[in-house]
């Protein structure tokens, strides 16, 4: 990778973290994160480019609205930085330009839905389908749509028959639809071969979560499915166990 391509990578990383933040934060709210500025959530003002300065303004202004002095969530600041680090690995991980930026975009989404799942416990459409896309429109440049496919038919079926299971044995839901759609985008980025090692690698963390969280007070809290998904796929993904 030339260095115009990995300062440009390196430069757009934060912006990215920005901009899924902002998904984030909006999507599962079911507001507009197209047109919409950027508003303080405690007094409502409209935010200028020196409070949207990725990474910068957040300690510039010390985690607080210049305008009202509410705190800003910190965990807005660490998508941005969260965003940077993933860009970081996918140079690490190597591969054509082209290669490089769809992992950066791949961890990038992956970074979104894993947050949204563990602060709402929602799996926006938006980002699943995004996810699905990239997937799959990688798998058929590299020859491998029918393979990609595959996965994600068998991911987001087997998780469907799941779901219905679940509800009729118990009588209500044990897994939402958005880790279905999930698993269309994740099953077309492992295929079928490696869907089942994603399956059991997300169990054994979502399992281990668990049981610290029984430790803990408030341990009867739902656990995110979907988050320890996305994380075993990056795990997957740094292991080239993966299409992408």
């Known amino acids: 990778m030339d260095v115009f391509s990995t300062l440009l990578l390196l430069l757009t990383a934060p912006a990215a973290g920005s901009f899924l933040a902002v ?13 919409a500025p950027s508003r303080c959530r405690a007094c409502k003002t409209r ?3 020196r409070d949207l300065v990725p990474l910068l303004s957040y300690p510039l202004l010390r985690g607080c609205c210049r305008h009202c002095g509410a705190p800003v969530p910190g965990w807005l600041w660490l998508m941005e930085l969260a965003a940077l680090g993933l860009a970081g690995l ?15 975009l791949l961890l990038w989404l992956l970074l979104a ?14 980002l699943t389908a995004a996810l699905a896309a990239l997937c799959l429109g990688a798998a058929l440049a590299q ?32 897994l939402g639809l958005g880790d279905v759609k999930l698993m269309a985008g994740l099953g077309a980025l492992t295929g079928p071969a490696q869907l089942p090692l994603l399956v059991l690698v997300a169990a054994l963390m979502a399992l281990a979560v668990a049981l610290l969280r029984h430790r803990a007070p408030k341990g009867d ?12 796929a990056a795990l997957l993904w740094l292991l080239r166990e993966t299409i992408l």
Do not use: K
């Open 90 to 104: 996918a140079m690490l991980r190597g591969g054509t330009v082209w290669e490089i930026w769809c992992s950066a």
């Open 113 to 126: 839905l894993a947050v949204s799942d563990l602060r709402t416990f929602r799996l926006p459409d938006a």
């Open 221 to 232: 809290m739902p656990l995110p499915f979907g988050t320890a998904l996305c994380v075993a």
């Open 47 to 49: 935010l200028g480019l």
């Open 143 to 174: 020859g491998l749509f029918v393979w990609a496919l595959a996965g994600g038919l068998i991911g987001a079926g087997s998780f469907l028959l799941l779901r219905i299971a679940y509800a009729a044995l118990r009588g209500r839901e044990g």
């Open 23 to 35: 998904l984030v934060d909006r999507l599962p709210r079911g507001e507009d994160v197209v047109t």
